[in-house]
């Protein structure tokens, strides 16, 4: 982030706006990866057992929590529009496609403690599936419009929706 620039303190808040954009990619990247964070801290607290394939698999997760506030400041910026919304939704496709891999290996390898609630790996399963189809689907769109944003709000919503549909029926 870049520091404000300015000997008073109204040169310093006009700086503060012109660098505002950067401000709100920081914070698009801290609310982003606290819910990484927190999806990740939820999982893990039933994880016992921490092997190779689980552990290179968290660190390929990590490399893409580190770029992400690269990626969101591009995204920030002005002009080509396409390899900017691409290189942010391509890190957001990898780090979920990441953590899916990861919570299969989790569950393939029974790498969990048995009190490990029952719907957790199909919550997880169901929230990173939804999401990165909404970052997928993102990418060829974006080359049409730069409504692609929708995507990553109109898909997640519609898939929630589908799935509280679908789940009364499910029981009857």
Known sequence: MPLPEGATSAELLRSLGHHRSEYISFLISFAVIGGRWRAHHRLFHFVTTVRGGL??????????????????????????????????????????ALFL??????????????????????????????????????????????????????IPLAGNLLFRLRRPAARA
């Open 55 to 96: 552990l290179r698999l968290t660190f390929g997760w990590l490399l893409m929590m580190v770029l992400m506030p690269f990626a969101t400041k591009v995204l920030a910026e002005d002009g080509g529009f396409e390899f900017r919304f691409v290189l942010y939704a391509l890190v957001q496709v990898i780090a979920l």
């Open 101 to 154: 891999m990861m919570t299969r290996q989790i569950q393939r390898h029974r790498l969990h403690c048995a009190d490990i609630p029952p719907e957790l790996f199909g919550e997880v399963y169901r929230g990173l599936g939804t999401m990165i189809a909404a970052f997928a689907v993102s990418i060829p769109v974006a080359f049409v419009t730069q409504w692609a944003y929708a995507c990553w709000i109109v």
